[in-house]
T-cell receptor, first 114, second 110 residues
Framework: KAGVTQTPRYLIKTRGQQVTLSCSPISGHRSVSWYQQTPGQGLQFLFE???????NKGNFPGRFSGRQFSNSRSEMNVSTLELGDSALYLCASSQDDSRNSPLHFGNGTRLTVT | KQEVTQIPAALSVPEGENLVLNCSFTDSAIYNLQWFRQDPGKGLTSLLLIQSSQREQTSGRLNASLDKSSGRSTLYIAASQPGDSATYLC?????????FGKGTMLLVSP
């Protein structure tokens, strides 16, 4: 079974631009969540989707948004990029939205904002 | 707001040693606690998930315990190997979010 796939692996953007990151969950998984990882703040929860609906959202500005498609694939958008948005963005999938469904992570997209 | 702390931040041990990594959290209203490992430049690999009603979980050389009332979890690694070198993170699932600690960077030398 293929794991969680994130594309692209690396991305370089300039301030003010926008970016779209993609995540394909494990086949059969219906829940997708996104995280930002930086050396200073560690891993922080961005948002979670289940069956195309946003279930939870972390404490990030409205420039960060996402969506989930009917095939469970998810995209994350960041508009008006700032230098501080440089980070590793990780996507995770789980089988359902039950409380104890283990998370499976992709290898992330490394975003650099210059 | 949930806060998760991992001690120590870094640990270096010789191969073969048994070791314990610690994780503490401030809000005991949790669904579960999960331990992950992260290799440099990679995503996270799930190691063990302990539900809030459980006290421990075991997988091979790994054993994780949970004391919800005191807000603590430990990850015990038996007979450590160089391949265990990685950053270990614990994450606590609350009602609306998943909160991570900043991790313990483990180096096991041959």
């Amino acid at each position: 079974k293929a794991g969680v796939t994130q594309t692209p692996r690396y991305l370089i953007k300039t301030r003010g631009q926008q970016v779209t990151l993609s995540c394909s969950p494990i086949s059969g998984h219906r829940s997708v969540s996104w995280y930002q990882q930086t050396p200073g703040q560690g891993l922080q929860f961005l948002f979670e989707y289940f069956s195309e609906t946003q279930r939870n959202k972390g404490n990030f500005p409205g420039r960060f948004s996402g969506r989930q498609f009917s095939n469970s694939r998810s995209e994350m958008n960041v508009s008006t990029l700032e230098l501080g948005d440089s980070a590793l963005y990780l996507c995770a999938s789980s089988q359902d939205d039950s409380r104890n469904s283990p998370l499976h992570f992709g290898n992330g997209t490394r975003l650099t904002v210059t | 707001k949930q806060e998760v702390t991992q001690i120590p931040a870094a640990l270096s041990v010789p191969e073969g040693e048994n070791l314990v990594l610690n994780c503490s959290f401030t809000d005991s209203a949790i669904y579960n606690l999960q331990w992950f490992r992260q290799d440099p430049g990679k995503g996270l690999t799930s190691l063990l998930l302990i539900q809030s009603s459980q006290r421990e979980q075991t997988s091979g050389r790994l054993n994780a315990s949970l004391d919800k009332s005191s807000g603590r979890s430990t990850l015990y690694i038996a007979a450590s190997q160089p391949g265990d070198s990685a950053t270990y993170l614990c994450a606590v699932k609350g009602y609306s979010t998943l909160t991570f600690g900043k991790g313990t960077m483990l180096l096991v030398s041959p």
